[in-house]
Nanobody, 114 residues
Framework: QVQLVESGGGLVQPGGSLRLSCAASGTIFTDYAMGWYRQAPGKQRETVATITSAGSTNYADSVKGRFTISRDNAKSTVYLQMNSLKPEDTAVYYC????????WGQGTQVTVSS
């Protein structure tokens, strides 16, 4: 029983940066593992970053070294800092939460183009 709202997407040039935010409500935030996945037209869904309730992180090879996931439990918010963005990063980015059940937000569009 959790609601997730993503924000921070937009249009950015290759090599630029964006920070996505995901605000959670309706449950105890610290109990949940969190993550981000992305979906581009004509492509398979890809999980790009995860963070456990204990703070352990993991990244897809395609974003490793460029993206950073973090969480602020006091604000019930998870972030995705995206640096050195590439056109192939263009997608709708979704935040998700897992604690037995699986929840996700409405998504936020990220477009990387010159």
């Amino acid at each position: 029983q959790v609601q997730l709202v993503e924000s921070g997407g937009g249009l950015v040039q290759p090599g630029g940066s964006l920070r996505l935010s995901c605000a959670a409500s309706g449950t105890i935030f610290t109990d949940y593992a969190m993550g981000w996945y992305r979906q581009a037209p004509g492509k398979q869904r890809e999980t790009v970053a995860t963070i456990t309730s204990a703070g352990s992180t993991n990244y897809a090879d395609s974003v490793k070294g460029r993206f950073t996931i973090s969480r602020d439990n006091a604000k019930s918010t998870v972030y995705l800092q995206m640096n050195s963005l590439k056109p192939e990063d263009t997608a709708v980015y979704y935040c998700y939460a897992v604690h037995g059940r699986y929840y996700w937000g409405q998504g936020t569009q990220v477009t990387v183009s010159s």
